[in-house]
């Protein structure tokens, strides 16, 4: 399947800035007028100014799924891996550099 048969039409983005890669969430519609999520990240290439993108495509029968299993292994990193640092830092530097 070519890429442009996954450019559908964009109902809502969010782009977040992280660093030196950019991660797109796009919520896009179907042929059928059903819903999907687009998550891309994209990082620049500094040998030719292009940029790299890796994309996953999360279908509404697995959104729950997915959010938990999100959830549980940032919290899992936060509270068991890493409990003494602050991932708030990441959160105020966004908020200083806007």
Do not use: Q, W
């Not at 048969?5 to 896009?28: I, L, P, Q």
């Not at 640092?85 to 200083?96: A, G, I, L, M, V």
């Amino acid at each position: 399947m070519s890429e442009s048969n996954y450019d559908r039409e964009e109902v809502f983005s969010k782009k977040v800035r992280a660093g030196k890669r950019t991660y797109f969430f796009d919520v896009k519609t179907t042929r059928g007028n059903d819903y999907y999520i687009t998550i891309t990240e994209s990082k620049r290439r500094f040998e030719d100014g292009g940029y790299v993108k890796h994309k996953i495509f999360l279908y509404k029968e697995d959104f729950n799924k997915f959010s938990e299993a999100f959830t549980e292994t940032v919290n899992y990193v936060k509270s068991d891996l890493m409990p003494e640092y602050d991932f708030d830092e990441f959160t105020r530097k966004t908020s200083e550099d806007e």
